[in-house]
């Protein structure tokens, strides 16, 4: 049972390239969430997923995209990245029952030059 | 709207001494609360969690935090720091309303424990 995994650890980007990050959980969990974390602001939503098919905007939505084609799978895309999305972004998931608690990734190291 | 605001962004203490660290939550409703510790360049653990149940929660590793409505505060402790303790400390939030479970972070607290 791994848990919540991310995919991958590192990367650096040039501005205006793009990239796909891959999130995976194998607990059957119905939502998922990306997360980015930056310097004294804490974690800050960007999209979420309350099942297979479905998306949404979280708090900073703007420059990403979103996919969640299978129920294990939510993808996370930057199509033209910017300095401004250097950051650490950690994925979660959990489940629509009881204590609402989310499980986290160990998360994506992203520099933007 | 669902808020938390944490009161220290640094807080250092010996070993061997108590830790408190504060937090102060907003919500329109009787929230769920959670404290989260990430250990540097880890990912982040569930402390402890309180939904409702039990005003006064235990978590791992010594940890507990108290539910006061009355206050609307959060704050977690620990009777006696150890050096593992040395982490970023998270209170945060839970929002029901958008049908997702979304979170909503404090800004965190830097915890040093000296020898």
């Known amino acids: 049972n791994a848990g919540v995994t991310q995919t991958p650890k590192f990367r650096v980007l040039k501005t205006g390239q793009s990239m796909t990050l891959l999130c995976a959980q194998d607990?059957?969990?119905?939502?998922m969430y990306w997360y980015r974390q930056d310097p004294g602001m804490g974690l800050r939503l960007i999209h979420y997923s309350v099942g297979e098919g479905t998306t949404a905007k979280g708090e900073v939505p703007d420059g990403y995209n979103v996919s969640r084609l299978k129920k294990q799978n939510f993808l996370l895309g930057l199509e033209s990245a910017a300095p401004s999305q250097t950051s650490v972004y950690f994925c979660?998931?959990?489940?629509?029952?009881?204590?609402?608690?989310?499980?986290f990734g160990p998360g994506t190291r992203l520099t933007v030059t | 709207a669902q808020s938390v605001t944490q009161l220290d962004s640094h807080v250092s203490v010996s070993e061997g001494t108590p830790v408190l660290l504060r937090c102060n939550y907003s919500s329109s409703y009787s929230p769920s609360l959670f404290w989260y510790v990430q250990h540097p360049n880890k990912g982040l653990q569930l402390l402890l969690k309180?939904?409702?149940?039990?005003?006064l929660v235990k978590g791992i590793n010594g940890f507990e935090a108290e539910f006061k409505k009355s206050e609307t505060s959060f704050h977690l402790t620990k009777p006696s720091a150890h050096m593992s303790d040395a982490a970023e400390y998270f209170c945060?939030?839970?929002?029901?309303?958008?049908?997702?479970?979304?979170?909503?972070f404090g800004t965190g607290t830097r915890l040093t424990v000296i020898p």
């Open positions: 607990m059957n969990h119905e939502y």
């Open positions: 945060v939030v839970s929002d029901r309303l958008t049908g997702a479970n979304n979170l909503f």
């Open positions: 309180y939904t409702s149940a039990a005003t």
């Open positions: 979660a998931s959990g489940t629509s029952m009881g204590t609402y608690e989310q499980y």
